[in-house]
Structures are given as C-alpha cells and as structure tokens.
C-alpha cells in the first residue's frame, strides 16, 4: 500500500508541476485555479486508491442497555404454593431469566407425635421396661427374666449331691421336675413344694456366690422350712453341713406369670 501511494503522488505532482509552469507562463491567475483543481483531483484519487486496497471502515457501534427482568405480578395468584427448588442450578436459572418456578412435589408435614399408647411396638415396650429394670438396684436377671426380691424367710439349708450316697435308688441324674441335674451349672436346690414351689426362685448366701437358684427338686427328708443345695460331689456337700440362714425369695417384676418348670427342660 506504501509503494502505490508514493507511485501516485509522484505521478500527480509531476503533472501539476507542468501545467503550472506551461501556464504561469501566460496568465498568473490560471495557476491558482489549477491548483485547486488539481488537489480536488488527488483527493478523488487518493480515496479510489483507498476502497480498492479494502481498508476497513469504521462501524458505528450503538449503545446497548441492560434490560432488567420483571415478573408480571398479574399471572401470580397469592393461593399458588411457594415454589418447591429440588435442582438449585436449573432452577436459579431459570428464575433469573424471570421465570417462576413451577412446585416440584408437595412438602407432607411427618408428625412425630405418638397418638395413644396402643400403637407402641413390643421393641419400644421391651426398651421402656430393661431402661426401668436397670435403674433399680434391687433388680437382678434370671432366665433372661428381671427378678426382684419378694420375701425372706430363716430355713434349715443342708447339702447333697446327686450319687447313691444322697439320692439312693433315685440317682438317675434327673430331678423330681425331670430336669437334668446339670441344669443351671448344678446350681438347684430342693425344697418341700408346699412351702417352694416348683420353679420358685431363691438365693442362699454362702451358695454360688449368693446368685439366684431354682427350686427344681425334692427330697423324702425336706419338709416345712428346710432346703437342700445340689453339689457336684458328696465330699462338698458335707463340707457344707447344717446351717440356719435367711434365704431371699425372689419373683419375676415384669409382671408375667412364672412358666412351669416342668416344661423348660
């Protein structure tokens, strides 16, 4: 582009350089006019020479306003539910564009509150009664069962085991309840059963570390306010002799009846 306009100008001044001195020669007034025609001339082709060489032009740049978005507030009703957002990216997009979200589901409030007593589970009652029973110190566990003390009571307790020399012809290995006499770690105890029942629950100090023991047995010699304790061998039950001792009777405080003992074997 530099080279062609330089041609241009040089051309353009070596032709108003001759005319001007062929006229000037003449007339004095010609040389102004021409002048003037010539540098017409040179802008004509100075702007030829500038489309063809495809300079760009300049645009015009409009001002462009922000537009803010608006809501018509007329296609809101005030008893339509709020707006329910459950994807936080689609949906602020689409409220910026000024859209109202439409409710995705519906909020179901969950009332927590127990209606009456009878719609408790067995696991919340279950729960309910070991939180009570742990509470409580008088509290013990047997048979997977919480035992409470009911009474107490002086008894004659003496000692047997489970051979001929205790039991004679009726050391079978089974008690008067058909239970075997390892029954509880052969940690049992005989006694009359119209004074302890079967099944009845008692603790012994001295026995077992004091634990609570069933009144599984019974013995020809065991009447009225006398109890035997169950040795694994004659020779302990000797050693422990004759003793006059306040045993605990226990029963049940969950409130069920005591199962028969003649069908927990």
Not at 132 to 149: G, K, M, S, V, Y
Not at 150 to 167: F, H, K, L
Not at 236 to 257: F, S
């Amino acid at each position: 582009m530099g080279l062609r306009w330089e041609v241009s100008r040089r051309w353009w001044s070596h032709i108003v350089a001759s005319i001007e001195n062929a006229v000037s020669r003449r007339r004095g007034w010609v040389a102004p006019v021409l002048s003037f025609a010539a540098g017409g001339v040179l802008s004509l082709g100075v702007g030829s020479l500038l489309v063809r060489t495809s300079i760009p032009p300049m645009v015009a740049v409009e001002e462009v306003g922000l537009v803010e978005p608006r809501v018509e507030l007329s296609s809101v009703t005030t008893d339509r539910a709020a707006p329910v957002i459950t994807d936080w990216f689609s949906s602020s997009a689409s409220m910026l564009r000024g859209n109202v979200v439409e409710p995705a589901a519906a909020i179901v409030p969950v009332s927590f509150e127990r209606e009456s007593a009878a719609e408790e589970s067995p696991a919340e009652e279950t729960v309910a009664e070991v939180t009570e029973f742990t509470t409580d110190h008088n509290i013990r566990w047997f048979n997977a069962r919480p035992a409470r003390p009911a009474r107490t009571i002086w008894m004659t307790v003496t000692g047997y085991s489970p051979d001929e020399r205790s039991c004679g012809e009726f050391a079978d290995g089974f008690t008067a309840t058909m239970h075997s006499v390892t029954t509880n770690a052969m940690k049992l105890v005989a006694a009359d059963p119209t004074v302890l029942p079967y099944g009845s629950m008692v603790s012994i100090p001295g026995y077992d570390g004091e634990s609570i023991v069933p009144v599984l047995d019974c013995g020809g010699a065991i009447k009225g306010d006398k109890l035997d304790l169950l040795f694994p061998t004659h020779e302990e039950a000797l050693k422990w002799g004759r003793q006059r001792i306040l045993v605990t009777i226990w029963e049940y405080a969950d409130g069920k009846p005591a199962e028969d003992p003649r069908k927990l074997r």
